[in-house]
């Protein structure tokens, strides 16, 4: 990699300030200590085996779900590096089932941050690809300590949004409204590069990212979708590619390189989907229609909805817009689009 003035993640964030709603240097801030927990997550990532922090911790999250050592390693972090930032003044986590109030000396910090701290748990022991998630609002309260109100906004409301990848190479993603920036983690030196400028995802996309193991519990309009991205209604000559990893920062990132569409539906099982609104398909609708992609529920674009919980799932249909479209088509067609 080229050093030939390569700009590290702290460089740009104060370069792009003037670009954002409300450039008083706190958001930029902000951000930065998000750059510092995930370099400290990475580390203990790629050293998870040798550090016995592999396998369930022996417990249920919030949603029912078991949780991993690393998913406790990961959000005590980034609670740990939000609560001494000074620019926050509430998290909201999918580890936890409530808002975490910050009391900043008595000052009010401007910002909330919803987030994932690791998605993608399921494949943490099998050394597969995983992330974090986030999101940035400004925050509506007058007082401290922070409401659930704070966290209740439209996705359009988000500042910033972004996520990270921990994978062959780790990989910061942002967005602050104005393009979407990726950064390369350099682990010799500790510092994020930009390597990544101005993302846009292609405007024709072949892969499409479905657990397709659900095919029957699906919606028939998204039964009739695969369909065609098989080639298996006679219309389309080229069949697409299925590439599906189960987590959705790594699938998210792979088809907003290379062009795709990630799908998780409504199924039988969950009418409402099964991800979360606020901190998993918020920020990354806002980063894949800042990239020129769309994301929406098969009806209502993601970033229109009113969130009424910190938990709301909601099925998402998200990437190149051409596939999307086509996808939101699909279930008109069948009478079946999701609200």
């Known amino acids: 990699m080229s050093r030939t003035r390569q700009i590290v993640l702290d460089e740009f964030i104060i370069q792009k300030e003037k670009d954002f709603p409300y450039a008083t240097g706190e958001l930029s801030a902000l951000l930065r200590d998000i750059g510092v927990a995930a370099k400290i997550v990475n580390r203990e ?18 949603q029912g779900e078991a949780q991993q050592k690393l998913d406790v390693l990961a959000n005590n972090t980034f609670i740990n590096s939000l609560k001494t930032s000074g620019e926050c003044a509430g998290i909201a986590s999918e580890e936890d089932e409530d808002i975490i109030c910050i009391d900043v000396d008595g000052e009010k910090a401007k910002y909330v941050v919803a987030m994932d701290p690791l998605d993608g748990s399921s494949n943490i022991d099998v050394n597969v690809s995983i992330g974090t998630i986030f999101s940035i609002y400004r925050r509506l309260s007058e007082k401290c300590p922070c409401t659930h109100g704070d966290f209740l906004q439209k996705g359009r409301e988000q500042v910033a949004a972004g996520y990270v990848i921990y994978g062959s190479s780790t990989m910061l993603v942002y967005t602050t409204g104005n393009g979407v920036n990726g950064f390369t983690l350099d682990p010799s030196i500790g510092e994020f590069y930009l390597s990544h400028p ?18 029957t519990k699906f919606p028939k309009g998204v039964q009739a979708y695969l369909d065609y991205c098989q080639g298996l209604d006679g219309n389309n000559d080229k069949p697409y590619s299925l590439r599906y990893i189960g987590s959705m920062v790594a699938d998210l990132h792979r088809n907003l390189i290379k062009g795709g569409i990630f799908i998780y539906p409504s199924t039988a099982d969950a009418p409402k989907g099964k991800l979360r609104l606020l901190y998993e398909c918020n920020p990354m609708a806002f980063i894949v229609e800042q990239a020129g992609g769309k994301a929406t529920t098969g009806k209502v674009n993601i970033l229109d909805l009113q969130p009424t919980e910190l938990h709301e799932r909601t099925p998402i249909f998200i990437g190149n817009k051409e596939m999307v479209e086509k996808a939101e088509a699909m279930l008109v067609q069948y009478g079946q689009a999701a609200v």
Request: glycine share 16%; net charge neutral; proline share 3%.
């Open 198 to 215: 101005d993302i846009k995802i292609p405007s024709k996309g072949s892969i499409y990212s479905i657990n397709q193991g659900g095919y």
């Open 45 to 62: 990532v790629n050293r998870a085996g040798l550090a016995d922090i592999l396998g369930q911790a022996g417990a249920d999250n919030v």
